[in-house]
């Protein structure tokens, strides 16, 4: 019985110290430049406990959604202007990642591309 309950701690404080982790290594990357470059769309990583409601949301407010992603908080956002990036922060965003290089992480990338 001993065993079992330090093996239950040891998971949990496991899985604490990767969600810290991971949470640590989202914000670096948040903090670094804008990965939106000249482009007009880019792809926004909200938080992961989001709603694709509130996700929607918060995109639509910093732009234009073209695409999804396969989770509920990735969404491709385009918008003509300079501060695209700086917008979806404020709405909520955590990464912003380049669309190019993230074809095959997108949902509805292939059907697009059919039509």
Request: charged share 15%; aromatic share 6%.
């Given at each position: 019985?001993?065993?079992?309950?330090?093996?239950?701690?040891?998971?949990?404080?496991?899985?604490?110290?990767?969600?810290?982790?991971?949470?640590?290594?989202?914000?670096?990357v948040s903090?670094?430049?804008?990965?939106?470059?000249?482009?007009?769309?880019?792809?926004?990583?909200?938080p992961l406990?989001?709603?694709?409601?509130?996700?929607?949301?918060?995109?639509?407010?910093?732009?234009?959604?073209?695409?999804?992603?396969?989770?509920?908080?990735?969404?491709?956002?385009?918008s003509k202007?300079?501060?695209?990036?700086?917008?979806?922060?404020?709405?909520?965003?955590?990464?912003?990642?380049?669309?190019?290089?993230?074809?095959?992480?997108?949902?509805?990338?292939?059907?697009?591309?059919?039509?």
């Amino acid at each position: 019985m001993g065993t079992a309950k330090i093996l239950k701690a040891f998971s949990r404080a496991l899985l604490l110290a990767l969600c810290l982790t991971i949470s640590a290594a989202a914000m670096v990357v948040s903090l670094g430049p804008d990965t939106a470059g000249d482009s007009d769309a880019v792809v926004a990583v909200f938080p992961l406990w989001w709603s694709a409601d509130r996700t929607f949301v918060a995109a639509g407010e910093a732009g234009s959604i073209l695409n999804t992603g396969k989770f509920p908080f990735v969404v491709v956002v385009q918008s003509k202007g300079a501060d695209l990036g700086e917008r979806l922060r404020a709405a909520g965003a955590i990464l912003l990642l380049d669309p190019l290089g993230l074809g095959g992480c997108l949902e509805n990338s292939a059907r697009k591309s059919d039509v």
